[in-house]
């Protein structure tokens, strides 16, 4: 259910909800208003009463891939859309509408292939203490979904984002709460995957949209709300966790909220390739007017020459890299800031200085360098530096003995990546390469060696998630795994074949795959 | 870390913890004091220095049968002690000592078969958008676990119990806070455990145990305890719950809180087999004292002739079984009071009246009547009945139509059990059966026919936990899934093959099953 009916002007309670051109800052239409509580509780209700039309996997599947086909008919228009409210470029809206239509095809894919059922059969073994009885175990819904969008994704993390396909995927109707920096191009998505629902039947309800900070709220409390994704920012994320946890029946948050994706440089790396760790740290780190959550925002990279010429190469191709304009002026404002106040720290240098562009709504990349002896002091005045700043800035910290980078190292709050540049006699597994593989694994839910964290592949062994405040649980939200997120476990016990559901029938009439007496099948 | 020295009488500030006999109140011993501030702290330092060791499966394994070997080896001195703290009894204890170790070793099992590790693997896809580089994901310990021990389980739910056995397969160490029915066989238990840990060459750190109320709050706050699992009532699991979302690093807090646990006896059912039900249902109820956390504590009955027959075979059945000695005087107290509340609520009858025992210590089992369409109304003065009350005591919803059992089983809390007894036409799918099976299913996370959910099966397809308040999670406590309570994801990407663990190498060097490119292995 929709939150935008014909644009009420004159409605005495709610706010217009405007679409921004971040290039100008000028309001470019007026896309509805936003949702009051009865709304809100007009789309819950809505998506609860479609629960029972997602119980049919077979319908599930064929309707994210109709989602797919609608996202790519209106292609121009949503890109165009999306173009105008964010300023990310034709050329990066593509690619991620792309993504996404790839990332809906792959949730069909899983729910197809029905391992996320997690089927499980334990057949009655008398001798056992106590004694096993017929026990038939699989994952079902929770229930309507809250989808929190993200600013930064307005396709992939949005209306029909990650979140969305997932829950859809594993049975669950979804509330979207739209991005304010993306009114437009969400009522688009939500159209489009109407449109994909009304080929099956579906109802719209099935995936709803509202608009408005209150509406967020309003939201994660509302008693038929069963779960909530969320991408978006430590504070933002954090009331609305606060908010899911408070509740009289608390319910599960998989919020993703923020992460510094410490990257480690050997100094042997540097030694082999101080150039070309420059040159891609500097293409990550302003790949989207460094607006990923897996921008690299802090470097641990050696002193010495090795580590100057890395630095060096890093300036020198920030240079190249133009200004942008970000998705909205609030976070300009707040980068320019944040970049300042950072900027003015003891002991802190800006070999090249980010901040504002050379109009009035572009930033220009740049980078801080910081002894990590100084930033690992927990009495230090550095602790800003350990949070995380949206925008084209990292912060390279040097080190010189390895035990200051790992003191560093001890410091961090969690992350969802964490990335170590060895040399090839590293990588062979020479010189403790696979120590130093194993002291980065407690800080992230990625691990990457020798490569740079932007671009999040959608595969079934992706895990985009990590220790808080990367998440806010154990769960990731990209790829197949991120079904799980949704379901839960029951187990029929001694129950007769003719009332088990089909899934957990002994003769397996649907072929899953399933786990029968501890030997996995299919 | 064992928060019991040599018996500090003249401690200042702790106060003593002493093992007390339920039978005549009095008090057995002094087992040590309650665990100060500093005491939980250098528990749990000890517990997360004992990392490192238990990373190795294999020890895993052979100290978690080593551990059921020292239980067996030490039974009738365990038993002795509990039955004198708990009253529950010789054989009911021998039973749960054997199933604590059937648990134990059923978790070793686990471990050695890997399937808990979930390896993932995706080979490079550069036709993907983006593109899939190599992506290895398995998982790994959250780190120090802190366990709840609860009072009706001096076994299978403390010490000993699933979540630390659960725990230490998944590779966590763990501090356990003791419950106060039983810290003298918590203590045995400890030992009993740490000489296992000492076969295998661990340190005694890797369980640790500490005594005392705010012992308990001090560690779901400790910075370095990483999860919590959790079995008792609804509110002191929700303080802890709350405590646990409310840390500056929020961590996963899985308890279990409590239950109705509902059975729903159809006319035709009743008709069929009114004397065997109404005679199961008094042996499941009043089984350890209707002291389990599936006792069935609300039965919808018909009205009419067969209903009549149930009731009465209840009362019948009840008489036979004698008065019985609770876990501890508080909860005695408790279950007076809460029977004798309910008892004198509006249109409430008790054919049996529950309550005091013939001696001070003891109660008699009895159970309560009521309308099923009084105790629906959500206006109604019976609020009281939906809560779970603790010890031999159940009530039974008498319903006319079908409707009215429907609108009773939508005003239910989350339960871990939800329970259908048909008839032999029923559960051959005729007359609606599986529509039934459908109804109850949202209400719990077991569900189980012509059964009764007292007695937990340890097996792979159980599931213990439900939604809340029965759990505050989507997972189990029981049954071999209840390990990945204690595990996150970390996906390893573009990773050479010498830096990476053995268990995500290409020519799966350890032998795990996994799911590489889709295609399950082994």
């Not at 100084?374 to 925008?391: I, K, S, T, Y």
Request: proline share 8%.
């Amino acid at each position: 259910m929709s939150a935008t009916p014909a644009v009420p002007a004159s409605d005495p309670v709610s706010s217009p909800v405007w679409s921004i051109d971040p290039r100008t800052g000028e309001q470019r239409e007026q896309v509805g208003v936003e949702a009051t509580a009865e709304v809100v509780d007009a789309a819950v209700r809505a998506a609860h009463a479609a629960r029972g039309v997602l119980a049919d996997r077979a319908v599930r599947a064929a309707f994210l891939r109709s989602a797919a086909a609608q996202l790519e008919e209106g292609r121009d228009e949503f890109v165009a859309t999306a173009d105008a409210e964010t300023a990310l470029g034709a050329v990066r809206l593509n690619g991620e509408l792309t993504r996404t239509c790839y990332q809906l095809r792959s949730f069909a894919d899983t729910v197809d292939e029905g391992s996320f059922l997690d089927v499980i059969i334990s057949h009655p073994d008398a001798a056992a203490t106590p004694p096993v009885p017929d026990l038939r175990r699989y994952k079902i819904p929770l229930g309507v979904v809250a989808v929190y969008s993200a600013s930064n994704f307005p396709f992939a993390f949005s209306v029909a984002g990650g979140d969305t396909a997932s829950a859809l995927a594993a049975g669950c109707p979804v509330v979207v709460k739209a991005h304010p920096d993306h009114p437009a191009t969400s009522e688009l998505t939500a159209a489009a995957v109407r449109r994909a629902a009304a080929e099956h039947g579906l109802p719209a309800g099935v995936v709803g949209l509202v608009h408005g900070f209150d509406a967020g709220v309003a939201l994660v409390v509302h008693p038929l709300v069963a779960a909530a994704g969320f991408t978006g920012s430590v504070r933002g994320g954090r009331a609305l966790f606060d908010a899911a946890a408070a509740r009289p029946t608390p319910i599960p948050f998989h919020g993703e909220l923020g992460s510094l994706n410490p990257v480690w440089v050997t100094q042997a790396a540097a030694a082999e390739r101080a150039e070309e760790i420059g040159a891609g740290l500097a293409g990550s780190m302003t790949m989207g007017v460094g607006q990923f959550c897996v921008k690299p925002g802090l470097v641990l990279a050696p002193t010495g020459a090795a580590g100057d010429q890395l630095v060096k190469s890093l300036g020198g191709s920030l240079a190249d890299v133009g200004a942008g304009v970000m998705l909205d002026h609030r976070m300009r404002d707040n980068f320019v800031a944040g970049v300042a106040e950072r900027a003015s720290l003891p002991q802190v240098e800006a070999p090249v200085l980010p901040g504002p562009g050379p109009d009035a709504h572009t930033v220009g990349p740049g980078f801080l360098t910081v002894p990590a002896a100084e930033l690992a002091r927990e009495d230090g005045p550095h602790a800003l530096l350990l949070e995380e700043c949206f925008g084209p800035v990292t912060v390279v910290a040097r080190y010189g003995e390895v035990a200051e980078a790992e003191a560093l190292l001890a410091r961090l709050p969690g992350n969802l990546t964490a990335t170590l540049h060895v040399s090839a006699a590293e990588a062979s597994g020479a010189d403790g390469g696979s120590d130093l593989l194993a002291r980065l694994t407690p800080l992230a839910g990625r691990i990457l060696v020798n490569a740079w964290p932007t671009g999040v592949a959608v595969a079934p062994a992706q895990h985009h998630g990590g220790p808080y405040p990367a998440t806010t649980s154990t769960s990731t939200s990209v790829g197949s795994t991120a079904a799980e997120r949704w379901l839960r476990p029951v187990s029929y016990q001694s129950t007769p074949e003719a009332l088990l559901p089909p899934e957990l029938r002994e003769d397996n009439p649907l072929g899953l795959p399933r786990t029968v007496d501890g030997r996995r099948e299919g």
